[in-house]
């Protein structure tokens, strides 16, 4: 087996910071899309959706991301969602109970609108 492949494109979108990984989340590939949620909560965007359409794969390692991520979102008055996650990947975050922690939506609008209301 190669090794994975994650390539992150990020977007504003609706007064949303929309974080969209795309290939798998592993060990390998966690340190970068922890990267790019670091930088996006240090610049003050703290209401994150994350799209996954495009992600075939989480590990534990990418859940435990996401789970500082809320934490220190959190901490700062922010708020996540999760859009567009496949089977595997919803299967995923709800084995590890992220699923009842964070909204995951079918689509992109109501990931912001959930991140967005008051």
Do not use: Q
């Amino acid at each position: 087996m190669g090794d994975a492949v994650l390539n992150i494109t990020e977007k504003i979108s609706g007064g949303a910071c929309i974080i969209h990984p795309a290939g798998d989340i592993d060990a390998h590939t966690a340190p970068s899309f922890k990267e790019s949620i670091d930088r996006n909560i240090s610049a003050g965007k703290i209401l994150l959706v994350f799209n996954f359409s495009s992600l075939n794969y989480i590990s534990s390692a990418g859940i435990g991301i996401l789970n500082a991520a809320l934490h220190a979102l959190k901490e700062k008055g922010g708020k996540m969602s999760i859009a567009c996650a496949n089977k595997t990947v919803y299967d995923t975050l709800d084995v590890m109970y992220f699923t009842k922690k964070v909204p995951v939506r079918n689509d992109i609008e109501s990931s912001i609108r959930e991140v967005t209301a008051h």
